[in-house]
């Protein structure tokens, strides 16, 4: 700061020579009233109220002499005054305002990007991985009722089963086995241990138990089987435990299984069936301050558009707009898949395993004599089938539910009743000490048997099954194609805005340098 000051003195040492170089081309009193250089601003006021104009030489010093004490003043100033003197200058504000417009447009698209695709991935393992374990939940738990079912209906006709009724068992026993291999191939966790300090899954627990009992089960049919076929009494007690192990481990570690796997599928669909409400929120506030911004310039820069700000505003419009018609869309796919796919298919396989669980008692009742517990399940069964049926025709009718056809909810209504009047004699034939009678109603093929009846329902319950797991994909599918790209095209469309907007500010930043 000396050497700056003693220049400033030189410089104004220099003002003080009269143009013709002699110092004292003036009297003394004269040179008295002239203005000192080294006086403020002031003194050159005065010298201007006087009339007189500042001399160049001493304009120049003036100028001189604020620059340095300004360059020093910035020198003395920390980063941070600096910082904060830039930011609140017109270039500094316009710098920032193109940094957080870009970083906002950025974030959206990234946020939505995520949101989406989470959506997305969700539909798509729902149809690839949920849905079918599911599924095969289901057929393991129907099979192996259906197999028990046929067991206990052989075991009744005496000496060598019927072949409809052998066959039916092996198939159901094949079927159950090829369920259970799906199941237990794409399931995920961690298997029984015996380390404590593992956590078990209690999938894997149920399937474990299931792969271990249900060779055993065929193991005591079997013998069951064998000494029925030669007479010895023993068969029915072999049969009474293999039905125990079916009805008191195998069956409820299955419904177990299958109540998993269902509440698999029915848990993603709460929060699917609601829109993205953040998404379109995050968007909503990126457009207001895109606004605002575009309002800011109009007013200070006199220009009504910024190309940069109209470009991001337009990109984040068409992103929101976008993500309103495919989220709409899918969420209103979602409701359909539920309310017309996923609630009728988990009430009709429910109503499917209580018919097997029916048929089960029924059988069972005839091989042990036992009309009084057994006759308690079937008929707790066979209220539950027939308000579902007729909760399902109501739903038809009013048109809540609309993926299984009046054809079908009629059919499996009238193959009950008929089962149920053919129970009613067959509990009359037993009261009577008619075994033979009741035997033959129960698995014989004629047109009022009660064999013939359960097949009847079976089946319309299969085809309702199906036609409700068809709509419930096919619903799912359209959700997961209208939602698949929205994703991404929201995120490319606010990496686009990012970029456009610093080049549009750029011109009017170049305004202030």
């Not at 001399?55 to 300004?70: I, N, T």
């Not at 710098?95 to 969700?122: D, E, H, K, P, V």
């Not at 409400?277 to 820069?301: G, I, K, Q």
């Not at 558009?305 to 337009?314: C, Q, R």
């Amino acid at each position: 700061m000396a050497g700056d000051a003693s220049s400033v003195r030189s410089r104004l040492g220099r003002a003080q020579v009269p143009p013709d170089g002699k110092r004292g081309g003036k009297p003394r009193a004269e040179r008295t009233r002239t203005p000192t250089p080294l006086s403020s601003a002031h003194s050159l006021s005065t010298e201007r109220a006087g009339g007189r104009p500042p001399s160049p030489q001493l304009r120049r010093a003036l100028s001189d002499r604020r620059e340095l004490m300004a360059a020093a003043r910035v020198r003395a100033q920390s980063p941070l005054m600096s910082a904060r003197h830039l930011v609140a200058s017109s270039i500094g504000k316009l710098i920032a305002m193109a940094l957080i417009l870009a970083a906002a447009c950025f974030l959206a698209g990234w946020y939505a990007s995520l949101t989406l695709n989470s959506r997305t991935q969700i539909l798509q393992d729902t149809v690839n991985h949920t849905e079918p374990l599911s599924e095969s939940s289901q057929v393991l738990y129907s099979s192996l009722s259906i197999a028990d079912a046929a067991a206990n209906a052989a075991f009744i006709s005496g000496g060598l089963e019927p072949p409809t009724l052998r066959k039916r068992y092996s198939d159901a026993i094949a079927t159950a086995s090829n369920a259970l291999i799906i199941a237990a191939s794409n399931s995920t966790g961690v298997t029984p241990t015996g380390n404590n300090d593992l956590p078990v899954d209690p999938v894997h627990t149920d399937l474990a138990l299931l792969a271990t009992n249900v060779p055993v089960y065929t193991g005591i049919i079997e013998t069951a089987r064998t000494n029925n076929r030669l007479g010895n009494p023993v068969g029915s007690a072999y049969l009474g435990e293999a039905s125990s192990l079916m009805q008191d481990t195998i069956l409820p570690a299955a419904q177990r299984l299958y109540e998993r796997r269902s509440a698999a599928i029915a848990d993603p669909q709460r929060s699917l069936t609601q829109p993205p409400w953040a998404v379109y929120a995050v968007l909503a506030v990126v457009l207001v301050a895109l606004f605002l911004a575009a309002r800011y310039l109009s007013r200070h820069t006199r220009r009504r558009f910024n190309i940069g700000i109209l470009i991001a505003t337009i990109a984040m419009v068409v992103g929101l707009t976008w993500l309103l018609v495919a989220g709409l869309m899918s969420v209103a796919a979602t409701n359909d898949a539920k309310n017309n796919g996923a609630d009728p298919l988990r009430e009709l396989t429910q109503a499917r395993i209580e018919t097997q669980q029916a048929r089960s008692a029924q059988t069972l009742s005839l091989v042990r004599r036992d009309q009084d517990s057994l006759e308690q399940t079937y008929r707790k069964a066979s209220d539950s089938i027939a308000r579902t049926l007729i909760t399902l025709k109501d739903e038809r009718q009013t048109g809540a539910a609309t993926s299984v056809s009046d054809e079908l909810i009629q059919r499996a209504i009238n193959a009950h009743n008929g089962w149920d009047q053919a129970n009613s004699e067959i509990n009359r034939l037993v009261a009577g000490g008619d075994f033979r009678g009741a035997r033959s109603l129960l698995v014989g093929d004629t047109a009022n048997s009660a064999a013939r009846f359960y097949g009847e329902l079976d089946m319309a319950l299969v085809e309702a099954i199906t036609s409700a797991r068809t709509v419930f994909r096919d619903d799912i599918n359209t959700a997961q194609r209208v939602m698949g790209f929205s994703g991404n095209g929201i995120w490319t469309l606010g990496i686009i805005a990012a970029i456009v907007i610093p080049i549009g500010l750029a011109p009017r930043v170049r305004e202030y340098m």
